[in-house]
């Protein structure tokens, strides 16, 4: 699940099964929005920042596929990329041409021209399978990788990699995120074991997983104005405002339970998006204190991912296993059936 950074009232969502769903209108309403995408099977979604018309979708059997437009269209941009199965997409968010890949069985990919290319870069890595890539917003060069063998640190644009995961105390890591303000701060949601917190680099980790009411976390955003306020989801959502030091559930309103992903309203960052398991689609718009569904015109079928466009507030999509869908005042397009690995369930 994923926000448009510029305009919070856009979310994409991918789903376990599904595809793509876009609302304009923070989850109000969702209409799909995958012509083109011919392999359906989306595992992670990822917005260029400095264009956000411009959207990445990684699949299971097809590699990479980019939109231009909003999810109006999209099309393969795979060349030199030889692994089929994508399971993590991530974009460099000052040089918004140089794109990484997560490979099922096959380490990291790059491209440096937008997806028209990719090659290979895993030197340190191997081919393992990577769920989890995110990008250091102050030194770009810096790349983490949250892998099945552990945390993974690049600190020349994924030329070579380092192994990162000393303190870890189980090696398969769901999700990392980053500390938008203080990117040495990092947390990784490992199965089992719940969430890591590194302070220097993924140099080390500790626990911080105190309060958690389930450890198999699936999701983790943090507040990007005031990032000691953190979110996970798994069997429900938990928050922290002491940065990963204890967590309560925020659960009230919550119906569906079964969380696997979270977005966050990069502007008012009191505006969260919960996606789960059985298809639902949640909003709060006070910190998590409650939560109401927003399914209309959504299928029913379980929830993988959210974005939305970070230039039009109004544009939201969500992936479902009954296509993808955008907001309604967009033209629906395809149906696409898009089924994802559900990780720590």
Known sequence: ?????????????????????????GGETWSAASS?????RVLSLAPDPTTPATIYAATYGGSVYKSTNGGGSWSAVSAGLLDP???SVAVDPVTSTTVYAG???????????????????????????VNSIVVDPLTPTTVYAGAERGVYKSTDGAASWIKASVGLTTTYINALAIDPLTPTSL??????????????????????????????????????????????GSYGVSKSTDGGGTWSAVNTGLTDITVQALAIDRRTPTTLYAGTCNGNIFKSANGGESWSAINAGLSGSPVRVLATDPTMSTLVYAATTDGVFVNQQMAAVNRVYLPVVLRGY
Do not use: E, Q
């Open 36 to 40: 083109g995408l011919d392999h359906l």
């Open 85 to 87: 199965h994508v399971f």
């Open 1 to 25: 699940m994923v926000l448009d950074p510029g305009a919070p009232s856009t979310v994409y969502v991918g789903t376990y099964g599904g595809g793509v769903c876009k609302s304009t209108n």
């Open 187 to 232: 947390y990784a949601a490992v199965y089992p074991g719940g969430i890591f917190k590194s302070v220097d680099g993924a140099g080390s980790w500790t626990a911080a997983s105190i309060g958690l009411t389930n450890t198999s976390v699936a999701a983790i955003v943090v507040d990007p104005i005031t990032p000691t306020t953190l979110y996970a």
């Open 103 to 129: 490979g099922f069985n096959s380490g990291v990919w790059k491209s440096t021209n937008g997806g028209a290319s990719w090659s290979g870069a895993r030197t340190g890595m191997n081919f393992i399978l």
